[in-house]
């Protein structure tokens, strides 16, 4: 079963930039949407960003205009640039599959991210 490992994650003031890494373990080129999600502490996880194989992508009101979500399917690597970040962008970031047609991957451990001051 693909496998995922986020990295890039860390403290950051408000109003700062990060750029989290998400590396498969298999070929993603197969994958027809993946998903950046990140979980808050009490709240469910969300789906933040999404980009097709052939790199179409959308995002959730909350990170629009903020984040851009890419994909190198010749790395196996999908990355999840934020920029503006606002305390309430505190969360762990995963990454997964985001296809209607494909079940989700295991969970890998995500890469927390922390906005404050």
């Known amino acids: 079963q693909m496998q995922f490992v986020e990295s890039g994650g860390g403290l950051v003031q408000p109003g700062g930039s990060l750029r989290l890494s998400c590396v498969a373990s298999?070929?993603?080129?197969?994958?027809?949407?993946m998903g950046w999600y990140r979980q808050a502490p009490g709240k469910q996880r969300e789906l933040v960003a999404d980009?097709?194989?052939?790199?179409?992508?959308n995002y959730s009101n909350a990170v629009k205009g903020r984040f851009i979500i890419t994909r190198d399917n010749s790395k196996n690597t999908v990355y999840l640039r934020m920029n503006n970040l606002k305390p309430e962008d505190t969360a762990v970031y995963y990454c997964?599959?985001?296809?209607?047609?494909?079940?989700?991957?295991?969970w890998g451990q995500g890469a927390q991210v922390t906005v404050s001051s």
């Open positions: 980009i097709s194989r052939g790199h179409l992508t």
């Open positions: 997964n599959v985001a296809a209607t047609s494909m079940p989700e991957a295991g």
């Open positions: 298999g070929n993603i080129f197969s994958i027809p949407v």
